[in-house]
């Protein structure tokens, strides 16, 4: 029995090639079925998720398989051009190398997320439910777990936020404890205080309060994120009750002083107030920084923390790597009858990243 | 043996801290909290063992000399820190304890090694007196940690301030966390040295004025630190200098003792 990976991800595929080859959830079952009902595929799992699909399937020739699984695909979703997207295939140690890689997190967009590993049991799961798993994929997708926890347990891939958001949400955490209850007013209605008031939402921040010049787009993102919208003079009025002030305006000058803080402070009984200026120019003044229970945050200083994150996590991928050829080195690939074992040391991480850095060049996305 | 189970204790707080700091320096802090807290249990248990014996030699209370004092007064804080710590969420606690409790120790041991006034045992024992001293004691264990929670809270603002968001930030409690726990920890010893203030005024024999009126001058100390709080004129920030400054007068009630 062989082991191959057949799909594409955000490497290979633009979004829009993604996004139609996508499985919904709902029916995954039925499409599983389908997929271990073409003749030498014996069992699958697809990982379908915004930023891959893929189908694990073990099979009795995977030459063979490889070709129905890709008229399955283009059968299923109805392909015009199938032949414009290059579907990756790996076999055997290359597929479970692969799929390592994954449930670690060194495939992923944001370099050590947690999220895939969450999906890549789902995705099992769901196979498994629908009994379309057996010895070659259980043993295969057990060991990956294994290595998942062990690389994210063993090394820093997942240390530090990788994004302006993240890094916002962290410090507001490390000033209000959870967020449940903390009220966040955005002043300015631009996309990147959008993403920051989604990050803060998504931990537990209660109501989300817009502002802006225009009151028709205040309005509109307010209604996006299920939150107020206030008048662009009004605004002053409400800075006392909120927690969180994110502001990105487009003033060509300051619009929060110190004096207009201090105003504010003694009716806020000790409660901290956390601004995040993601404004070019900015938006308050940095003497703010300077009055008690106040903590200032500009868009430099964030990007700057979250880019330095990506760097350490880049730095932890070769570490990441020797960790799981070491795991293989010592256990082999469970999935794998002996004879389609590779031997100790034949596929490097590195040939696999090259190969996948080949297909990138092929299909710039 | 006593002297033994002191050393043993203050090594564990030592090795605690150092654990502690080597840990968040490695960037690696994620257990540190749970191993600090065994480090910290078996400075407690050897700590609660030397008091024992001490109070066995005297037949009462282990307070009657500075050197027992400090150890005391050391058991109470971290006896505290495991009843707070754990309840307010304050990681960390153990970290910035242990200096604290490291050096009251360590001059309590060196007292006791040059001058142990040995057993100290009373004809009759006052049940009043040894209820003022135990929970007098326990609200200077209070009130020095709520001085470990105002460094913190002033380590973490400043950490805030200045935008430096490294292991010890991410580490250390919410700074809305620490400015509640110094207030609640400045109720409880407020509460405690009520305690202890009201059972001297039963005690067969009272302590003497000066005694007394620096009890007073630390129970007002800290009701007004509370009062300032909740009258709304502080800031977490002031509010957490205070309680460094206020602990001066248990420091020096236990000076004159």
Not at chain 1, 55 to 83: C, G, K, M, N, Q
């Amino acid at each position: 029995m062989s082991l191959l990976c057949l799909g594409v991800n955000y490497k290979t595929a633009p979004v829009e090639i993604r996004e139609r080859l996508a499985f919904p959830e709902t029916g995954l079952p039925d499409r599983l079925r389908e997929i271990t009902g073409l003749d030498p595929v014996r069992e699958a799992v697809v990982l379908s998720t915004c930023n891959r699909v893929e189908i694990y399937a073990a099979a009795e020739d995977h030459a063979e398989a490889f070709e129905r699984l890709t008229h399955y695909l283009v059968d299923h979703f109805r392909l015009d051009s199938p032949a414009a997207i290059e579907f990756y295939r790996l076999e055997d140690d290359g597929a479970a190398r692969h799929l390592f890689h994954v449930a670690s997190g060194l495939d992923s967009m944001v370099l050590g997320e947690t999220e895939i590993f969450g999906q890549v049991k789902k995705a099992y799961q769901i196979a498994c439910d629908a009994s379309v798993t057996a010895r070659c994929l259980n043993k295969l997708f057990q060991q990956s777990f294994r290595i998942g926890k062990l690389v994210r347990s063993g090394t820093q891939i997942q240390q530090g936020s990788t994004s302006v958001g993240s890094v916002a949400v962290d410090v507001a955490e490390q000033i209000f404890g959870r967020l449940d209850g903390c009220r966040v007013m955005v002043v300015g209605a631009g996309e990147m205080s959008r993403q920051v008031a989604q990050s803060l939402l998504s931990r537990g921040a209660s109501s989300i309060i817009v502002s802006n010049r225009s009151h028709d787009k205040a309005v509109e993102l307010a209604a996006e994120l299920n939150g107020e919208a206030v008048r662009f003079d009004d605004w002053e009025r409400v800075l006392a009750e909120v927690d969180i002030v994110i502001s990105s305006t487009s003033a060509p000058h300051a619009i929060i002083h110190p004096a207009m803080i201090e105003t504010v402070m003694p009716h806020r009984f000790g409660r901290s107030l956390f601004l995040i200026d993601i404004a070019v120019p900015r938006d308050i003044e940095p003497a703010v920084n300077d009055i008690d229970n106040v903590y200032l945050y500009d868009i430099d200083f964030l990007e700057k923390i979250a880019a330095r994150a990506r760097i350490e996590r880049e730095k932890q991928i070769a570490l990441c790597e020797a960790m799981i050829e070491r795991h293989i080195g010592e256990k082999g690939i469970e999935a794998l009858s002996p004879e389609r074992r590779p031997e100790t040391g034949a596929s490097q991480p590195t040939d696999r990243i090259n190969s996948m850095g080949n297909i990138q060049k092929r299909n710039p996305v | 043996m006593d002297k033994l189970l002191l050393a043993l204790s203050t090594l564990c707080f030592l090795g605690g801290f150092v654990y502690a700091v080597v840990a968040l320096r490695s960037g690696r802090p994620r257990h540190t909290t749970r191993l600090n807290v065994v480090f910290v249990a078996a400075g407690f248990l050897f700590q609660s063992l030397a008091l024992h014996q001490r109070g066995q030699l005297h037949g009462r209370c282990p307070v009657t000399s500075s050197a027992e004092i400090l150890v005391f007064l050391c058991w109470s804080v971290v006896l505290l820190y495991f009843v707070v710590g754990r309840t307010f969420r304050l990681s960390l606690l153990g970290m910035f304890t242990e200096p604290l409790v490291l050096v009251f120790q360590t001059v309590a041991l060196f007292l006791l090694w040059t001058a142990d006034p040995g057993p100290s045992p009373l004809d009759t024992v006052d049940g009043w007196r040894e209820l003022h001293v135990a929970v007098a004691l326990l609200s200077f264990g209070a009130f020095a940690l709520t001085g470990v929670a105002g460094v913190m809270y002033l380590v973490q603002d400043r950490q805030l301030k200045r935008h430096q968001l490294g292991a010890l930030f991410y580490n250390l409690p919410p700074i809305r966390h620490l400015a509640s726990a110094i207030v609640r920890l400045a109720g409880i010893g407020l509460g405690l040295l009520s305690v202890g203030i009201l059972s001297a005024f039963l005690m067969q024999k009272r302590p003497d004025a000066l005694h007394l009126t620096m009890a007073f001058a630390v129970w007002l100390g800290y009701a007004i630190l509370l009062g300032w709080h909740l009258s709304g004129a502080s800031t977490p920030r002031r509010l957490a200098l205070a309680a460094l400054l206020v602990f001066l007068l248990p420091l020096a009630q236990l000076a004159t003792l």
